[in-house]
């Protein structure tokens, strides 16, 4: 698992993706998430602009690869 360490109170998912190198552009990043390659807490989750917090955990699975991030924040 992958600690993806975040600077805000929360980044939406296709930033998520984006910003831990999974896709290198958002159109990429949309497509994983509509076509539910995408779980978050173990659910499914089809928004692009889901608010990801820290202690969250979102799972990428596609083309036989899983991709396991968990969110950390800094103290703020």
Known sequence: MEIIKIKTPFIQLQQLLKFA???EE???AKIL???????LNGETETRRGKKIYPGDEVL???DGQKISLKVDGENI
């Open 21 to 23: 190198g999974v896709v």
């Open 26 to 28: 958002g159109t990429d």
């Open 33 to 39: 998430i509509q076509e539910g390659y995408v779980t």
């Open 60 to 62: 990428i699975s596609y």
